[in-house]
């Protein structure tokens, strides 16, 4: 079935550091991406969808300039995280659209010290 | 817009007994209905998913759903619990028009306990 590659699955970074998290779609091409965070205990929360080739599209209350998402080919999509504080330590999942359904990356913790 | 409500944050059941694990959606439009098993700090795992063809919708690992439109409902349930199954459950749907196109909205989610 489709697969989507996320990297990293951890990581810890310092306060006011950059961080980016990638998805890759491995054998189909990925128009769509959505990306997501959870917090501990908690549901997904959809941050953003992103079309390739286009601007991402926010949910309300997320800071666009703070998570900058691009999606440059049908294969890749980023996500980074700008100047990074603890209260953004989450786990953050990719999703694409293929077919009818969605495939899922398999997550990235993010700590900030 | 659309909603989705699971009825217990936590269920608890013994190794081989039945699952029920408790749905119910809103959508202005003809939902896609999804149900996802997350292991801890995993990525989510797609168990079934309905959309708009059979009503009973068998998944793997013996899960299955039925698409009850008069109720609003999309219950999961296992006939024979393992051990295996512990992990947190979650209940998804997307629409198929209007702004919402293609977002999913998740369920707060069920954490699934199985005890010896």
């Known amino acids: 079935g489709a697969v989507v590659s996320q990297h990293p699955s951890w990581v810890i970074c310092k306060s006011g550091t950059s961080v980016k998290i990638e998805c890759r779609s491995l054998?189909?091409?990925?128009?769509?991406m959505f990306w997501y965070r959870q917090f501990p205990k908690q549901s997904l929360m959809l941050m953003a969808t992103?079309?390739?080739?286009?601007?991402?599209?926010?949910e309300q209350g997320v800071e666009k300039d703070k998570f900058l998402i691009n999606h440059a080919s049908l294969t890749l999509s980023t996500l980074t995280v700008t100047s990074a504080h603890p209260e953004d330590s989450s786990f953050y999942i990719c999703?694409?659209?293929?077919?009818?359904?969605?495939?899922f990356g398999s997550g990235t913790r993010l700590t900030v010290v | 817009a659309q909603s989705v409500t699971q009825l217990d944050s936590h269920v608890s059941v013994s190794e081989g007994t039945p699952v029920l694990l408790r749905c119910n959606y809103s959508?202005?439009?003809?939902?896609?209905l999804f149900w996802y098993v997350q292991h801890p700090n995993k990525g989510l795992q797609l168990l079934l998913k309905?959309?708009?063809?059979?009503?009973l919708v068998k998944g793997i690992n013996g899960f299955e759903a039925e698409f009850k439109k008069s109720e609003t409902s999309f219950h999961l349930t296992k006939p024979s619990a393992h051990m295996s199954d512990a992990a947190e459950y979650f209940c998804?749907?997307?629409?198929?028009?209007?702004?919402?196109?293609?977002?999913?909205?998740f369920g707060q989610g069920t954490i699934l306990t199985v005890h010896p």
């Open positions: 999703s694409a659209r293929e077919g009818i359904g969605y495939t």
């Open positions: 054998d189909f091409q990925a128009t769509t």
């Open positions: 992103s079309n390739e080739g286009s601007k991402a599209t926010y």
């Open positions: 959508s202005s439009y003809s939902p896609s």
């Open positions: 309905y959309t708009s063809a059979a009503t």
């Open positions: 998804v749907v997307s629409v198929g028009g209007g702004t919402s196109y293609g977002k999913l909205t």
